[in-house]
Structures are given as C-alpha cells and as structure tokens.
C-alpha cells in the first residue's frame, strides 16, 4: 500500500507492506536511524517520534497509520546547524552515555515541555516513565529537561 | 600559562553526532560496501530448558517466503567446544544432541528481509525429549541429572579445586561472644543494555573475514572468532561501531557471533544478524545469582572477629565468565573494608538449565559488598548498636602503603572512615534517626528507613596493561588510537583531553580511533574499570613520549642542541630559548617527517597492579507498612576513585551505577517457572527501573590519588553499583527494624516487603 507522510518537514510517499510499522518506514525504508528500536514490547521508548507535534513511539504504530501526518525525528531537531534547546541542554548537563536511548529521550522530552512548561522535578521522572536509560540512572537527563524548561 | 584542563567539567564531544543524527550501531550500517545484498540471520531457539533433541525438521520453514537457507550444527560442520573455565563441560555454537536452557540457539534462518525471519524461524519444528529441569542452584548441586554428563557433576567449578582453602565449620566462632547466621540470595539480574546485540559478518574476495559488532572488546572478539573460523590472524577484521551499552554482558564473543562467519560462508553471501529484545533477555548473558552462606561473629562491644561464607554461583547453561567471578572477584574482596582477623570464604559454581552467567556491572565484587554489609548490619542489630558506629568500630584504619587483609587481598590506599564522616554529615544521618524515631513513635504508616554501606572494590584486576599510539596529521591534528573501546563512558573526550594536556593541541583537533582490529591490533578493551587507570594513562604515557620525540626533530630542523630546545604547551611548538618567534609546530613536525613515515608514538603501557577505589553510601526510603511499597527518597554517595580526570563523567557513571544497584535492590529479577520457562523475557515483564521509581542523586567528591599510575586514577565505572545495592537494601529492611525484620532478600518488591510484616505480625510484633 502507498503511504504518504512529511518526514522532517519533507514530503515521503512509498508503496510499504500494511504491516510495516512506522519505526521501519524511517529506519529502513527513509534510512533515518537516529531513531532506535529497544525492545518488542513498547516499553522503552528509544523510538519515540513527533507525530503532528506529539510524541509517539513509533513501534507501536502501523505506517498507514501515520498517512498524510507530519513526523519529526530527532534528525528534524536542530535547524541550520543550532540544535533545539533540547539537545543543547542534554549536552550541557551530560543527559547521555552510549547514546541509544537519547533520540527518543529528546523527543519525549520536547514532547513533555510542550504540554508543561514549567514542571517539576517529579513531573518531569513520571513523563519520562515510558523512556528507558540504562546508563544515566536518569539523574542527568531529568536535570536537562529542568535546564531546557528555564532557556 | 593555563592551567592543566584535567580535572576540569569539560563537555562531550561526541555528543553533537548522538543527539543530532544519532549514533551509529551495528544495524545502522546502511551504507557499507561489503554488506550489499546482505541476507538477514534469525535463531531459531530452543523452547524448553533441558531435552535432547531427537529431530530437527525445516521442510515447511524453507517454504516461507524470502528464505533463502538453514543451518544447522550439522549443516556447518560444527564440532563441540570446551568451556574456557571448565575444558570438560563442551556444546556446539548451534546446539546438537541437547538443548540446555530456553533461548539456546539451534538453528539459523536466512531470509532476504529481516522481517521474514520470525515467520520462518517459527515453522522450524524441533522434537524434544525432555530431561529433569535444574533451575534452583541447590538443587542443581545434588542432582543425579547432570547438564553437562562429561562433568560427572553440576558443580562446574569450586575454589577448592584450585587450591584454595575449604571452609572449617562453626568452630572458627568458638571464641565470639556474638554469632549471627544469614542465607542472602543475591538475585539473578539481567544487564539490559539498550542496544541489543548485532553482528554482520562478510568475507572478501581473499578469504578475509570482516565482522561488525556490538562489543566491549574488539580484539578479544576478533580472536575467538579467529579461531571459531579456523583462520590465520591475518584473515580476520573486527569492526566495533558505536556500541548502546555493555555493562558487562558484551564483553565476550557468543556463539552466534561466533557462527556468523561460517554462517556467510556456507551462504556466500554477508549476513546481518539483529537479535530482537525478548531473544536478548534469554541469550544474552545475566549476572549475579549467588546464593550466600554467610556466619559472622564478634563481640557484644562490636568488633568483628571472624567472618564466614559459602557463595553459591549460578554458571547457568555454561561455564561462561559467570563461574568464575565468585572465587576471583568476590572472594578476595569478602572482609570489605572491614579488619577481620579470621576469615574464610569458599565458593561453589553451579550448572543450572538457565541463561549462561557472565560479568555485570560490579562482577562478583556487589555480590562480596552486599554479602559483608547485611552481616554487619545483621550482627549491629544483634548487639543492638547503630550499623553506622559498628562498622567505623570496624574498618580498617586510613593507610597510604599498600595494606593486605586476612584473605590475601592486597589493596592501594584507603581512607574508608573519611568517605562514612563526609556521607553521614551530608546525609545529616542524626538528622534523619531523629524523623526515624518520631515516626516510628507516632505509628506513622510510612515508616522511614536509613541503609549504609561501605565498601572498597577492585578494579583493572585482570588485565596488565595496555596501548595507544598517537600520529600528528600533516594538519597538525593528532590520532590517538586506543585498545580501550567506549559503549557510553565518553572515552573520545578523556582521551582528548589527555593527549590535549601534554600535546598542547586543542580538544577539538584530536581525533580518538578504536574498536577496528586493523588499525588498532592490540587492545584489552573496556571492562572492569580499567579504560583510565590503563587506557588513558597509555595515552598519557604515549604523549609525554611524543613530545620528548618532537622535541628531538624540532632540534635538527631548528639546528640547535636538543637540551635548547623548550616546548611551548600554550602554541603548541617548539623554539629554541629566547627565539619562540622561530618556532616549529606540529604539523611542520609532521610534514617533516612524511617521507620518514611520518610522527607517530606508540606505546605499551605496563600496569603497576589493580586500584582499590571505595566510598560510603547513605540510602533514604520510605516504607508503606500497609502496601509495602517502598519510595526511594534520596541517595547520598561518597565515591573515592583518585584523581578525577572529568568531574562530569566521574558522576555520570556514579549515578548510573546507582541505579543498576538500586534496580537491583528494589525491583529486578530475572525468574523462571519450575519447567524452567523465562518468566521476564521482555521489558513488559522484566522490572527495568524508570525515571520515576528514583530520586535524584547527592554526589559527595572525594579524592585518595592511587600511586600506581601517573593519574592517579583508579576506576569509578562500577563503583556505584557496589556501594549503592547494599545501603537501598538496608534502607528497605532498616524501615521495619522496630517491627523485627532483621533481613528481607532482594528485590524488596512490595509483595516482599508486606509478606515480611504480615511474617512479623503472626509474631506479634
């Protein structure tokens, strides 16, 4: 079947199995892999994307599903080479190790700033509750989206 | 002049690239020549725990669409292979004969798309004769049953095989005025990296195998899979992209990266293999599974003067690295930091119809730490003193000359009552008895509880060394390469920042290579906490040499002596004395030296001995008395790792270890129902700790510098697991103290807790 979705602003259109799910419509068929796969159960959250302006873990959708939608990826992040104030914080408060679970820890976490500007501390760890980190222990990445809240 | 950039906050630079385009991991090799038309690998596994096979039938499965072949072991040829820790204990890479535990692979499916390979992989029918299932330790040890039938026996390994001394008995506590028994399991975890594990495997034209993976260690991959394939030295490349975390579980080859190669070959096509996460929680190693025997004895005014255990290690399915960290690792460092003067320890590797055992973040040093603080805790709370003061009666007084215990352990330097004054005062520890108390005398139903530890480990333990080579670009940018092999510990800026310091050659001019065993042959890769203390002094060592070589072709080229010859860090180049304005930089080194083949500087770095890094932990929680819920509300850590090179990456790694420990303390276990069926083998089911089951972390800086390198360095990539799973433990089982509760195994799961306080009632506490 044919799937037509803006991808980072630009215009996709594939024929795609109707089984393919979004995450290998931008990993294997746009060849974007910025965005991760974890785990098989929609736990992790190293896939999550912005669908029409809201997170989405892109495992846990069909591409059809997302059919004449707006993506973003964090490879749509940064503009003219300034990354969002998003991954500048994550840089400056070493939000990330091995990387693996940052894509998708950004977009959740842009996501989350969306909807709340000004969150706390523990509103920040229990909207992060769906994005796994096996490095961090989270302390870094929660001090990231309190330094992004304050830019 | 500035001063040295080490010790200073500096930032990643490979963060950009991670947080922009992403990393790129083993399966975001799009655009690689040699995997051009790669079919995809899916393991067929094996769905029971112990069973000889009786039938393998692929017949439908090659009917499945995109399927191009699959193997077998008898397929590939594969002869069995004896366990490095135990030659008697032998499997073939694809089981043949008998299957050992769920998830062992038996066959390979190569499809042309990887999503074909599922499908297919299913319709594979394997016929099983099933065997009695060992999944306890216990019972595994007096069995008729035996996993591996060469062995004669489950026990796979026991230290007193090796010459270590047997455990006497009751009669070492015959003089203790105060004796105290425990049976502590340290649970089975799983390491979880996020990145699973992939491989791609290619041969070239010459008979040449190139192998990408996700690995620890490239070179010590690049050499079992040498021998795997039977090949010369020469015919084998391994290729380590960014790698999404280790811990421990990727330090080793497994088996099917091991049979990739022969995989291809038998395809003569390359071959990519993703594995999926339900699959990695079955085959990709665990860690920990000890069961601990563990008597304690002293006298009622808290000394302790005798310490016993016998640790039970779970081997699983093999006898993988797992079986031998309990006599190694947790044996030497048993006493803790603790002046015992009796002590004896005894170890027990066990096969069981389990996933295979390997190291974990800590490898048999949290399992030695959290055995020694519950008996300390347990015997402070026979003699009805506080677990802070008893165990300060106990260390082992400050030493700067190496200082051995009973057991023959030898540690660096140590200051262990410094780190326990500065955590209890930034915890305020009397502060926190005092709400202690008042909430225990008003009945409050959140009862708090305070859990302590101190502990010291060992670290770089088991390698000797290691190399770098460092090469000046007629650019004037320098090429460090390291045997070292980042997974998220931010090696490429500390290695710049080192070669920065000698070189004067800005951070954002130096380049870090390593994980490509054509261009970085030698390497001990990353594990044990040993990349700085021996990786970045290797740099250190190598750029100190670098200069000293410059400086000699700076005197021919300047035509002056050698001795007039002053290197200026601040432009990095060198002059003659009192003329910097004629002066040589590196690149005019490097342009010099081009037809000589160019400036290079190797170096084999010889390591003086393992670090002993320790610290003190102060753990906060509050307990539900009616749930048992447990609320972590705050951790404080006092983690003493030497001179800190980056004061941003050393509390990075503190507070991911934390958390793997606190995990471990509070949530996760890998179990298995009585037929041996994985019960976790996915995130929906496995416990992995999020966000919101953690408080944030105090971290409290203390340096002792080691002497044995010229850092000062020692490791902190495990540190904060050791010091954390014991105090978040105690913590928990502190909270119910005044109920009675003297221990409570990990996890201390809600049902745990509140099946605890339903035990003490009955009681009538």
């Known amino acids: 079947m044919k799937v037509s979705i803006t991808v980072n602003g630009k215009a996709t259109e594939h024929d795609v199995e109707p089984r393919t799910l979004l995450v290998h419509y931008i990993r294997e068929t746009l060849q974007l892999t910025g965005t991760n796969v974890g785990c098989d159960t929609s736990s992790c959250g190293a896939c999550t994307v912005h669908l029409n302006g809201e997170a989405v873990k892109s495992c846990t959708m069909l591409a059809a599903q997302a059919d004449g939608c707006a993506v973003t990826t964090i490879e749509g992040m940064s503009k003219d080479g300034v990354m969002h104030p998003m991954q500048q914080a994550f840089m400056e408060n070493h939000g990330l190790q091995c990387g693996f679970c940052t894509p998708g820890m950004v977009m959740a976490a842009v996501s989350l700033l969306n909807e709340n500007t000004n969150p706390t501390e523990d509103e920040i760890r229990i909207g992060l509750e769906g994005n796994l980190c096996r490095c961090t222990g989270y302390h870094n990445i929660v001090q990231s989206v309190l330094a992004a809240a304050k830019k | ?765």
């Open chain 2, 1 to 765: 002049m500035a001063g040295s950039i080490l010790g200073n906050r500096v930032l990643r630079k490979e963060d950009p690239k991670f947080l922009t385009t992403g990393g790129v991991y083993v399966d975001d090799l799009n655009s690689e020549p040699l995997l051009v038309g790669a079919l995809h690998a899916t393991f067929v596994r094996s769905t029971v725990a112990h069973a000889n096979i009786t039938s393998i039938d692929v017949s439908d499965a090659l009917e499945s669409p995109g399927v191009v072949a699959i193997y077998t072991a008898a397929d590939l040829g594969l002869e069995p292979v004896a366990a490095t820790f135990n030659p008697m204990a032998k499997r073939t890479l694809l089981a043949s004969g008998k299957v050992r535990y769920v998830g062992e692979p038996i066959a390979v499916v190569l499809t042309e798309f990887a999503n074909q390979g599922e499908d297919a992989a299913e319709k594979v029918i394997v016929d099983y004769d099933t065997l009695e299932v060992l999944i306890d330790i216990e019972q595994a040890m007096t069995s008729t049953t035996h996993i591996f039938e060469e062995c004669g026996s489950n026990v796979v390994f026991d230290s007193t095989a090796i010459g270590m001394p047997d455990n006497t008995g009751d009669e070492m506590f015959a003089d203790c005025e105060v004796v105290v028994k425990g049976r502590f399991v340290n649970q089975r975890v799983a390491p979880c990296p996020l990145e699973v594990r992939a491989s791609a495997a290619a041969w070239d034209n010459d008979g040449r195998l190139t192998q990408w993976m996700s690995t620890q260690h490239a070179q010590g991959a690049r050499d079992t899979i040498q021998t795997a394939n039977g090949l010369d030295a020469e015919k084998i490349r391994v290729i380590t992209p960014d790698v999404g975390g280790g811990f421990g579980a990727k330090i080793a080859a497994y088996p099917e990266e091991l049979v990739l190669g022969a995989v291809a070959k038998k395809a003569g096509k390359p071959v990519r293999w993703l594995e999926t996460r339900s699959e990695s929680m079955t085959a990709l190693g665990h860690g920990r599974a000890q069961i601990q025997y563990v008597t304690i004895g002293g006298t009622k005014a808290g000394k302790v003067t005798a310490y016993q255990m016998h640790v039970l290690q779970d081997s699983g399915a093999w006898v993988d690295i797992g079986a031998i960290l309990a006599p190694f690792m947790t044996r030497p460092m048993a006493s803790g930091v603790y002046d015992i003067p009796k002590i004896e320890v005894r170890t027990t590797s066990v096969a069981t119809n389990t996933t295979p055992v390997v190291a974990y973040r800590g490898a048999g040093r949290p399992e030695a730490t959290a055995a020694i603080e519950r008996a300390m805790d347990m015997f402070a709370a026979e003699i009805g003193k506080d677990a802070a003061e008893v165990r300060r009666v106990n260390l082992i007084p400050k030493f700067l000359e190496p200082h051995s215990t009973t057991i023959g352990q030898t540690y660096d330097v140590g200051d262990y009552e410094e780190s326990l004054n500065r955590v209890l005062a930034a915890a305020d520890y009397t502060k926190l008895r005092a709400e202690q108390a008042a909430r225990r005398a008003s009945g409050s139903v959140k009862q708090l509880g305070i859990g302590v530890s101190v502990y010291v480990e060992i670290t770089a333990g088991n390698s000797s060394g290691e190399s770098a080579k460092i090469e000046i670009t007629q650019d004037g940018r320098a090429v460090v390469f390291t045997g070292t092999s980042p997974h998220g510990q931010g090696h490429v800026t500390s290695w710049a920042m080192i070669a920065s310091d000698q070189t004067g050659i800005p951070m954002d001019k130096i380049d870090v290579v390593w994980g490509d065993t054509d261009l970085v042959p030698k390497g001990g890769g990353t594990m044990g906490s040993r990349s700085l203390q021996q990786g970045g002094v290797a740099v250190h060592v190598a750029a100190g040499e670098l200069v000293e070589q410059a400086r000699k072709h700076a005197a021919r080229l300047l035509e002056a002596n050698e001795e007039d010859v002053v290197f200026d860090k601040e432009s990095a180049s060198f002059h003659v004395t009192g003329t910097p304005a004629v002066a040589k930089s590196w690149a005019d080194l490097s342009i010099a030296l081009a037809s000589d083949g160019g400036l290079i500087q190797e170096t084999d770095y010889v390591s003086q001995g393992a670090t002993f890094p320790f610290g003190a932990h102060v753990s906060v929680v509050e307990v539900d008395t009616e749930t048992g819920q447990v609320k972590m509300l705050r951790h404080v850590a006092c983690d003493d790792a030497g001179k800190v090179l980056n004061p941003l990456l050393l509390e990075g790694q503190i507070h991911g270890g934390i958390a793997q420990g606190a995990a471990q303390a509070l949530l996760e276990e890998v179990r298995y129902d009585g037929d041996g069926n994985p019960i976790t083998s996915n995130f929906a089911d496995y416990a992995f700790i999020s966000a919101a089951e953690l408080p944030s972390f105090e971290v409290i800086h203390m340096e002792t510098p080691t002497p044995r390198n010229a850092l000062g360095a020692k490791g902190i990539g495990e540190s904060g697991t050791i010091g954390s799973t014991p105090a978040v433990q105690s913590a928990v089982i502190d909270a119910l103290a005044h109920l009675g509760v003297r221990h409570i195994d990990m996890p201390t799961t809600a049902e745990r807790v509140w099946s605890e306080i339903q035990k003490q009632k009955v009681k009538g506490n």
